[in-house]
């Protein structure tokens, strides 16, 4: 089974990050995941056209997507576009938490974001992923967010790191079927570390990448191309590729 995740795509009438994507979204075509998950930033500024033609190019695929709002993305459009349906049901708040099942693994989607700042939160949201764990009928999973959970050593994007995380280590380390591995996006880099003892990964972005910069008074150069993965699970065991295309 192949999960592909995209991220970062901050699409915006002044910028060609729709062609970015396109050119994901072509490396991909025969590859042909079983499902596609969007962790967030799909467009900037309440861009409503750019969430539109995102899910009109997600409609010529193939296999299914999975998609979850980032601190740039406005919830009301996504709703407007996408529809109801594409979340979960039993979500409060408003949140556009997600749980999509294929093939023996299910995948979780929570929803990261504060509306109104960069930074991420799970505060209000640790309740429903602790219900998700700890379900009778869990399948083994794989969790995706948007907001990064471990610091990753680049000062102005680690100010935004996610909120209320020693709750979600607590539920994680309880749980009845901890996940096989975090994803999540927000840093525009793709960094690999841990949380909770499980594998924690940060998806490169399809926008410009974000120097490897740690704060010193040099800052590197960053001419990375448009970045995914692909988590592959097979044989009840799970790997994740970092691929720039």
Known sequence: MLIAQVSDIHAAPDNDHLARFDRVLGWLAPLQPDVLVLSGDLTDDGWLEGYQQIAARLGEMPYPSVILPGNSDDRRLMRSVW?????????????????????????????????????????????????QLNRADALPS??????????????????????????LEDIISSAVTRPLAIASGHVHRPIAGMFAGIPAH???????????????????????????????????VLTSHHVRV
Not at 202 to 229: H, K, Q, R, Y
């Open 83 to 131: 529809g109801e349906d594409a979340w979960a049901k039993d979500a409060c708040d408003g949140a556009l938490h997600a749980v999509y099942k294929v093939d023996g693994l299910r995948l979780i989607g929570l929803d990261s974001t504060v509306e109104g700042h960069e930074h991420g939160s799970l505060t209000d949201h640790s309740g429903w992923l602790e219900i």
């Open 202 to 236: 940060i998806c490169a972005s399809v926008c410009p990448a974000n120097p490897v910069w740690f704060g010193t008074d040099w800052v590197p150069p960053a001419e990375d191309a448009p970045g995914l993965m692909i988590h592959r699970y097979v044989n009840s």
């Open 142 to 167: 794989i969790l995706f967010l948007h907001h990064h959970l471990f610091a990753s050593g680049i000062p102005p994007l680690d100010q935004a790191l996610c909120r209320g995380i020693d709750r």
